[in-house]
């Protein structure tokens, strides 16, 4: 007979993002944040490969990632309204992990193994922090996959790539319950 943990299904039964433009200050501590990246590194992972690692972007540096996107978006033509929402993502953060998806060449575990493990990492990472009860969000967005916005931004080496920017806070308001899809729906029952 298995040994239910109610209160952690309680949890992702009620889990919520928070809307990354509601974080706020206080962020996490180097000790507090410490055991959220912890439970992040425990994601699924085929093979033991480790095909990621996280980087901790701190205010003067989601300062100039916000500098860098601006700049960027300018100039490979991006919409003004899509630079403006890559540029606020890092100006208007106090603290985020981002997740880099970095393959490993593995004969036996396919490349998208380790996209999904990647994945993996940064839903670990944002439902580490909600559990903690600090506010978080996963966020993209075009600068993330722009390859001279990675490298330059971050450093990654060409076969790396972003999984995720989380972002993690206090939240200012809690945001309404939004419609979930239902089991009816996205569940199908193959019983032979």
């Known amino acids: 007979m298995p040994s239910p943990n109610p209160e952690a299904l309680e949890f992702l039964l009620n889990r919520r993002s928070r809307p990354a433009k509601t974080l706020t200050t206080p962020i996490p501590t180097r000790e507090q944040l410490a055991p959220i990246l912890r439970a992040a590194l425990r994601s699924p992972d085929h093979g033991k490969l480790e095909p990621w690692r996280l980087i901790v972007l701190e205010q003067p540096a989601l300062q100039r990632l916000a500098a860098l996107a601006q700049r960027r978006g300018e100039e490979i033509g991006i ?4 630079i403006a929402k890559a540029h606020d993502q890092f100006a208007r953060a106090d603290l985020a992990v ?15 193994e380790q996209t999904y493990s990647s994945g993996a990492v940064c839903l670990q990472l944002l439902n580490a922090a ?3 009860g600090w506010g978080a969000n996963w966020l993209s967005g075009w600068a993330s996959h722009d390859r001279a916005f990675v490298t330059t931004g ?14 993690i806070g206090t939240e ?4 309404p319950e939004r419609p979930r899809p239902t089991l009816e729906d996205k569940v199908t029952w193959v019983s032979q």
């Not at 919409?79 to 899509?82: H, Q």
């Not at 981002?98 to 998208?112: D, F, L, Q, S």
């Not at 971050?154 to 972002?167: D, N, Q, S, T, V």
């Not at 200012?172 to 945001?175: H, I, K, M, Q």
């Open 172 to 175: 200012r308001t809690a945001p």
């Open 130 to 132: 909600l559990a903690s």
């Open 98 to 112: 981002a997740v880099i998806e970095a393959p490993v060449i593995a004969e036996k575990i396919p490349a998208v």
């Open 79 to 82: 919409e003004a309204e899509k």
């Open 154 to 167: 971050l450093g990654l080496a060409p076969h790396e790539r972003i999984a995720g920017f989380i972002h």
